[in-house]
């Protein structure tokens, strides 16, 4: 990975996992990155994990970058919109984005067909997973428009449409896939700019 010191990331749904590694490879790259997820050293996410984002912030300083834990619930506007403003007042510029937010693990039901999976859950899988990525994107493009350049990453797990052993899940991820595909074909018009989005598959 080429230097990306100077660089403002913010890896949503960093707690654990993929996110948790995407933002400490963005540390030894020099970035500074925002660590965002439910699970602080205060107070445990509904996923009962023990992994927490001031722990993410530490390996990414760790590894060579500047690693800023916030507390984001991605689900709740008001709480996405107070992390771009504090990053907009903090550092001026955004230049990347890692879409990672999930927390959908305790409400699958593997092995169960659509009618019989509990619906709430199904529900909260889609609020988790889809409409948490479509906040945090919508909130991070004016601070990417006004850099006049950047990145967006969706997390999924694949690049096709195939069915994935549970429709609430399956719908899930090919929403991201679907978000990431039409992000980079797709132009953002704001006045005089014209910004081009770039959105990858990890």
Known sequence: MSSLKGKIAVVAGGTRGAGRGIAVKLGEA???????????TNKQSPMGRKETIEETAELVTNAGGIGIPVRVDHTIESDVISLFDRIKQEQGRLDILVNDIWGGDPLTEWG??????????????????????????????????ENKSGLIIEITDGVDYSPRGNFYYSLAKIS????AQVLNSGKIRNKKLEFREKCDEV
């Open 30 to 40: 020099g970035a500074t990155v925002y660590v965002t997820g439910r699970t602080t």
């Open 112 to 145: 169960k067909p659509i009618g019989e999976h509990d619906l709430d859950k199904g529900l909260k899988i889609q609020k988790q997973a889809v409409q948490s990525h479509i906040i945090t994107a919508h909130y991070s493009i004016p601070l990417l428009i």
């Open 176 to 179: 991201n896939i679907h978000m």
